[in-house]
């Protein structure tokens, strides 16, 4: 794989950056979505359900309370920044196969430097699936994995997840029930499936108004999920729906609220090795 070579300054340490040139076609899809202005966010048609996704994610991130280093995967933009550093985290590794949006993390984390407290950031222009370095074994106290896993929802990553958590460490994340994807309404103006027939994994192509368009994705099936964790030393310690996790606010529409019906938010914690 090709390979090129940047570097980012934070605080006044240099940290240098292999950026491997991913051509997959999600890298690209995300790699070309706009960046947003707060503006601009606020007037999405989707807007209500993308603020509700934050409170989700907020409150998934609280549950990592006290944890300092965290690795994010499938970070994109960096729309967790701010959430990681108010929970006074001190070292967060970006991990995207996109590098342009992790390019647009590192420049929101520098305009946004004085509310960023003692919080450092890494860049790792990589699938989740591929293997961390063996030093970091055992070196993080979070992993967040949010709207991602179905984009590599394999073995190896569950087994990077539990590589870099320390015992007692927190694996936070979101996925599709997969059940409710197969009842997911036609007629839901946001929203849409097309499965692909004859696929070995469960894929289909998913399209969420002002967000992913036509993207190919893989069943999280919870209960492989469950399995793959418990080989790799990480226990179920809470699994919601994200209504129950954050009451939807009362002027989504149905069809956003159905959205949000979709998603299931997940907390496993590593066990003692
Ligand atoms: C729906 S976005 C979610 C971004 C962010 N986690 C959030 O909640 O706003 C999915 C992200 O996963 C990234 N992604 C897709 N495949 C990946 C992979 N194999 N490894 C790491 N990241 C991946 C995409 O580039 C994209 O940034």
Same mark, same amino acid.
């Given at each position: 794989?090709?390979?090129?070579?940047?570097?980012?300054?934070?605080?006044?340490?240099?940290?240098?950056?292999?950026?491997?040139?991913?051509?997959?076609?999600? /890298?690209? #899809? &995300?790699?070309?979505?706009? !960046?947003?202005? @707060?503006?601009?966010?606020?007037? %999405? +048609?989707?807007?209500?359900?993308?603020?509700?996704?934050?409170?989700?994610?907020?409150?998934?991130?609280?549950?990592?309370?006290?944890?300092?280093?965290?690795?994010?995967?499938?970070?994109?933009?960096?729309?967790?920044?701010?959430?990681?550093?108010?929970?006074?985290?001190?070292?967060?590794?970006?991990?995207?196969?996109?590098?342009?949006?992790?390019?647009?993390?590192?420049?929101?984390?520098?305009?946004?430097?004085?509310?960023?407290?003692?919080?450092?950031?890494?860049?790792?222009?990589?699938?989740?699936?591929?293997?961390?370095?063996?030093?970091?074994?055992?070196?993080?106290?979070?992993?967040?994995?949010?709207? /991602?896993? #179905? &984009?590599?929802?394999?073995? !190896?990553?569950? @087994?990077?997840?539990?590589?870099? %958590? +320390?015992?007692?460490?927190?694996?936070?994340?979101?996925?599709?029930?997969?059940?409710?994807?197969?009842?997911?309404?036609?007629?839901?103006?946001?929203?849409?499936?097309?499965?692909?027939?004859?696929?070995?994994?469960?894929?289909?192509?998913?399209?969420?108004?002002?967000?992913?368009?036509?993207?190919?994705?893989?069943?999280?099936?919870?209960?492989?999920?469950?399995?793959?964790?418990?080989?790799?030393?990480?226990?179920?310690?809470?699994?919601?729906?994200?209504?129950?996790?954050?009451?939807?606010?009362?002027?989504?529409?149905?069809?956003?609220?159905?959205?949000?019906?979709?998603?299931?938010?997940?907390?496993?914690?590593?066990?003692?090795?």
């Amino acid at each position: 794989m090709a390979q090129c070579e940047t570097s980012v300054q934070h605080s006044g340490t240099r940290h240098h950056l292999e950026v491997p040139k991913l051509t997959s076609a999600v /890298a690209e #899809h &995300y790699n070309k979505m706009p !960046e947003r202005t @707060r503006t601009e966010r606020q007037a %999405l +048609r989707t807007a209500a359900l993308r603020k509700y996704n934050n409170l989700v994610k907020r409150a998934l991130i609280e549950q990592c309370s006290g944890a300092k280093r965290i690795v994010d995967l499938g970070a994109g933009k960096g729309g967790d920044l701010f959430k990681w550093a108010t929970l006074g985290a001190s070292k967060l590794l970006l991990v995207d196969v996109a590098s342009d949006s992790l390019q647009h993390a590192d420049m929101r984390y520098q305009h946004n430097r004085a509310c960023m407290g003692s919080m450092n950031i890494f860049l790792r222009c990589a699938s989740m699936a591929e293997p961390f370095e063996e030093e970091l074994r055992a070196q993080f106290d979070a992993v967040s994995c949010m709207f /991602a896993l #179905h &984009y590599a929802f394999c073995e !190896e990553t569950v @087994r990077n997840v539990a590589h870099v %958590l +320390r015992p007692g460490g927190k694996f936070v994340g979101t996925i599709v029930h997969s059940g409710r994807l197969h009842t997911l309404s036609p007629l839901n103006e946001l929203c849409s499936v097309e499965w692909i027939e004859g696929s070995a994994d469960d894929e289909y192509y998913f399209t969420l108004c002002e967000a992913v368009e036509r993207v190919r994705e893989s069943l999280v099936h919870w209960h492989v999920l469950v399995r793959w964790c418990a080989k790799y030393g990480l226990r179920v310690h809470r699994v919601c729906n994200f209504t129950d996790l954050v009451t939807p606010k009362s002027h989504m529409s149905a069809d956003e609220l159905e959205v949000a019906r979709l998603y299931v938010a997940f907390v496993f914690v590593r066990t003692e090795v």
